[in-house]
């Protein structure tokens, strides 16, 4: 699952013409990495690791929709950031230049110690490492039969890169490019009674890619909200983007996948507009603590799903799960999963990316 904001967005969410910081987003993207990670300890590890059949509470499966949230958000980003580059073709080899800078490295460094760790740690999981699939990992290509690439969460980046081709389009092309993106969310809305497609249009055409333009409509609306308009809906959005997943946790109401795909994609739109719009105007002090996570995210997104498997077999061989409740389990696993990501921040991707650029 996850993240990228998305979080394979800019370390600090930043109007480059005014250098305007969004603490507020930040947390956000620091709320939703941690979301994901209860989700997958929760439904992945704590029933089928530490406490067969076991769980704590429905409602630490709402953890999913951190993606939902950050695809709203890589929506927002790329019209704050890029938004005069558009229709300045001389601009649209840099932008991919800082996409590829700032995702790829990172990804192939966690690809390439997961691939190790499986084979010499895990050498059942073998099949895992075939050459095909190892390719498709490392270019974020969607496997043919449906397969999860090598880590796991990184689907996400694949529809990260298709939007990424469609602005670039909008860069090249104003007119072309706005065309090609009103096609293309006109037919994923016109083929949501056909879910689930077939490969490879489940891709191209998956309800996810919504998300992205609805970013893009709050980045393009925030500044025109009045004060108590904002206020609002920084507190209406995310109210109702939580009883989206209540409903959906819970199965109080039945909704299709698009459906709900689609309603955490407005309302996280409405919250991150609301936000966005309410810090514009009045200052906000936010813990350093909060902002670093969100600086984070990305990390922590793409690093827990490598460290959880590797904590519950520590966990395991320990026989914690017989001295601890689950839901303390629970917490050390996403506690674990937190700090390797933030480290992985600190010592890999920040130096990383200090010595691409």
């Given at each position: 699952?996850?993240?990228?904001?998305?979080?394979?967005?800019?370390?600090?969410?930043?109007?480059?013409?005014?250098?305007?910081?969004?603490?507020?987003?930040q947390?956000?993207?620091?709320?939703?990495?941690?979301?994901?990670?209860?989700?997958?300890?929760?439904?992945?590890?704590?029933?089928?690791?530490?406490?067969?059949?076991?769980?704590?509470s429905?409602v630490?499966?709402?953890?999913y929709?951190?993606v939902?949230?950050?695809?709203?958000?890589?929506?927002?980003?790329?019209?704050?950031v890029?938004?005069?580059?558009?229709?300045?073709?001389?601009?649209?080899?840099?932008?991919?230049?800082?996409?590829?800078?700032?995702i790829?490295?990172?990804?192939?460094?966690?690809?390439?110690?997961?691939?190790?760790?499986?084979?010499?740690?895990?050498?059942?999981?073998?099949?895992?490492?075939?050459?095909?699939?190892?390719?498709?990992?490392?270019?974020?290509?969607?496997?043919?039969?449906?397969?999860?690439?090598?880590?796991?969460?990184?689907w996400?980046?694949?529809?990260?890169?298709?939007?990424?081709?469609?602005f670039?389009?909008?860069?090249?092309?104003?007119?072309?490019?706005?065309?090609?993106?009103?096609l293309?969310?006109?037919?994923?809305?016109?083929?949501?009674?056909?879910?689930?497609?077939?490969?490879?249009?489940?891709?191209?055409?998956?309800t996810?890619?919504?998300?992205?333009?609805?970013?893009?409509?709050?980045?393009?609306?925030?500044?025109?909200?009045?004060?108590?308009?904002?206020?609002?809906?920084?507190?209406?959005?995310?109210?109702m983007?939580?009883?989206?997943?209540?409903?959906?946790?819970?199965?109080?109401?039945?909704?299709?996948?698009?459906?709900?795909?689609?309603?955490?994609?407005?309302?996280?739109?409405?919250?991150?507009?609301?936000?966005?719009?309410?810090?514009r105007?009045?200052?906000?002090?936010?813990?350093?603590?909060?902002?670093?996570l969100?600086?984070?995210?990305?990390?922590?997104?793409?690093?827990?799903?490598?460290?959880?498997p590797?904590?519950?077999?520590?966990?395991?061989?320990?026989?914690?799960?017989?001295?601890?409740?689950?839901?303390?389990?629970?917490?050390?696993?996403?506690?674990?999963?937190?700090?390797?990501?933030?480290?992985?921040?600190?010592?890999?991707?920040?130096?990383?990316?200090?010595?691409?650029?």
């Open positions: 699952m996850f993240p990228s904001v998305t979080m394979s967005e800019s370390s600090t969410l930043q109007i480059q013409q005014h250098k305007k910081s969004f603490d507020t987003l947390v956000g993207r620091a709320a939703a990495a941690i979301a994901v990670v209860f989700f997958h300890a929760h439904v992945f590890f704590i029933p089928e690791r530490l406490y067969p059949g076991e769980t704590i429905r630490f499966n709402i953890g929709s951190g939902e949230f950050f695809f709203v958000l890589s929506g927002f980003i790329m019209i704050l890029h938004r005069a580059d558009i229709g300045v073709p001389a601009r649209a080899r840099r932008f991919l230049r800082k996409r590829l800078v700032r790829v490295p990172f990804y192939w460094v966690v690809t390439l110690a997961l691939a190790l760790l499986l084979w010499t740690q895990w050498p059942t999981s073998a099949d895992r490492l075939s050459i095909e699939r190892v390719m498709y990992s490392l270019f974020l290509i969607p496997i043919p039969d449906g397969s999860a690439l090598l880590v796991g969460a990184a996400t980046l694949s529809h990260e890169f298709l939007f990424y081709i469609v670039y389009m909008l860069i090249i092309s104003p007119r072309f490019g706005v065309s090609a993106f009103v293309w969310c006109a037919a994923v809305i016109a083929l949501i009674p056909s879910q689930p497609l077939n490969y490879p249009w489940n891709f191209f055409f998956s996810y890619n919504l998300l992205f333009a609805m970013g893009m409509i709050a980045a393009l609306t925030f500044k025109k909200l009045p004060r108590r308009a904002a206020i609002f809906a920084s507190m209406f959005g995310p109210i983007f939580l009883a989206v997943g209540i409903c959906d946790a819970f199965m109080i109401v039945d909704i299709s996948h698009s459906v709900r795909t689609i309603s955490f994609g407005v309302f996280a739109a409405i919250a991150v507009a609301g936000l966005a719009a309410c810090e105007s009045v200052p906000l002090r936010v813990p350093r603590s909060l902002t670093f969100g600086d984070a995210s990305f990390s922590i997104y793409l690093v827990h799903g490598t460290v959880l590797v904590a519950a077999k520590g966990m395991l061989f320990l026989n914690m799960s017989s001295v601890l409740s689950p839901l303390m389990s629970l917490f050390i696993l996403v506690g674990l999963g937190v700090l390797a990501g933030s480290l992985a921040h600190i010592y890999i991707e920040r130096p990383l990316l200090r010595a691409l650029r």
